[in-house]
């Protein structure tokens, strides 16, 4: 590959040194004259690319199924029975005596040293600046505007209508009555006869004889004479029976009927109609226009000015200046004194139980299984594939070469 390239050097050089302008003179470079130049046929590699269909063997799969055994395992439950011995936790109130700090207060008035702020008053004279307002009289000139009136003649446009009559083609709306047939329900009440358990008084009245106290010569007041009398009493007397009863429920039908409703069928008409249109009139009409002048006028105003005067007024100033006091605070002690109380508490003691219970545990069970699986098999297959190859063509060419100097190539 090497040598390739340093053939191609050579060749691109020996072409460009035949093409170059020097060889119409001085060709070698040293100062040959042109009757010592001579040529020579020299072969040089020229490379030439071209296309060339290569084979090449490339990898293809094809999937194929087999089969094999495979060893899988099954779960098989066993349930047999089993003593278990577990340990609980029974909870059991339990008392005790603990002894416990308490805090006893203990309230004194001490006398404590202090300071508080007296207030003292006096009377201060106090500067102060006012401002005081004065008014002077200054001539104002200013400008007004002076309105002048003059009577111009106005030409302006005015739409004049004018009317005319037009056909006018409209649909209108005549109502007709249309006989239609329809289906409505109707509601019957069709009677049904049942049964039904009532419960009836079937009493009498009965004469019944009762002895009443009576008076004794007329006194009516010793109690021991009595009286024989009759009064009706009702006796009741309960009798179930089975008593028929009608009863309605409605009962709902379809029922054809007919119907005459009204309705609306458009139908064309002609009508006369008043059109308006606007023709433009140009009139004429007497107008005033007001424009106004700038005059300068004068007038006298007052202007307030102000002065500083000073002034001076009496004020109350109020200072405050500490002075020792004595006070009584109440100071709070406190003394710590054990004292003793009877504690419930709960403390859990472990007890030994047992129970029978029924254990399930699963065994594996191998089992052989036909398996079927795909496999994907390699194999070559022959692609032709078009490649660029690069190949060295000889070529004759003529050299300049200078004789006679020693120096050129």
């Known amino acids: 590959m090497m040598r390739g390239l340093a053939i191609l050097v050579m060749a691109g050089w020996l072409l ?84 416990y700090p308490v805090c006893i207060p203990t309230t004194q008035l001490v006398n404590q040293n202090c300071y508080v702020p007296v207030a003292h008053w006096q009377d201060v004279v106090v500067n102060y600046a006012v401002q005081v307002p004065f008014y002077r009289t200054v001539t104002q000139h200013y400008t007004v505007q002076v309105p002048e009136w003059r009577d111009v003649v106005r030409n302006y446009c005015v739409q004049v209508p004018v009317w005319r009559d037009v056909q006018q083609h409209y649909t209108e709306l005549v109502p007709h009555q249309v006989t239609q047939q329809g289906v409505r329900t109707v509601c019957k009440m069709v009677p049904e006869t049942s049964t039904r358990t009532v419960t009836r008084d079937a009493g009498c009245w009965q004469t019944q004889t009762i002895q009443v106290p009576a008076g004794c010569g007329g006194c009516g007041h010793c109690g021991h004479c009595y009286q024989t009398i009759c009064k009706q009493v009702w006796v009741p007397k309960l009798v179930t029976e089975q008593v028929p009863c009608t009863t309605y429920r409605p009962h709902y039908e379809q029922v054809p009927y007919t119907y005459t409703c009204t309705v609306l069928k458009p139908e064309p008409r002609v009508r006369t109609v008043r059109h308006c249109d606007y023709k433009t009139e140009m009139r ?53 004194e054990m004292r003793t109380q009877d ?67």
């Open 284 to 336: 004429s009409a007497p107008d005033k226009i007001c424009t106004f002048r700038c005059e300068t006028r004068s007038r006298d105003v007052q202007v307030c000015d102000y002065r500083t005067e000073v002034r001076s007024r009496t004020d109350r100033v109020c200072s405050y200046r500490m002075e020792p006091r004595v006070r009584q605070v109440p100071v709070t002690t406190y003394r710590t």
């Open 16 to 99: 460009v040194a035949a093409a170059s302008p020097a060889a119409a003179g001085d060709v070698c470079g040293h100062g040959c004259s042109p009757c010592n130049v001579r040529y020579v046929a020299r072969t040089v590699s020229v490379p030439c690319w071209e296309t060339v269909d290569c084979t090449v063997m490339e990898t293809a799969y094809r999937t194929e199924t087999r089969t094999r055994q495979v060893t899988t395992y099954r779960t098989v439950p066993e349930t047999h029975p089993v003593t278990r011995t577990y340990t609980v936790l029974v909870p059991q109130v339990q008392t005790k005596t603990v002894s």
């Open 343 to 409: 504690v419930q508490y709960t403390v859990c003691v472990p007890q030994q139980r047992t129970v029978n219970e029924t254990v399930t545990t699963y065994r594996c069970v191998p089992e052989q299984v036909q398996q079927t699986y795909t496999v994907c098999i390699p194999y070559q297959v022959p692609r032709v594939v078009q490649q660029r190859v690069c190949r060295m063509a000889t070529k004759t060419v003529m050299v300049p070469v200078c004789c006679g100097c020693g120096t050129c190539l």
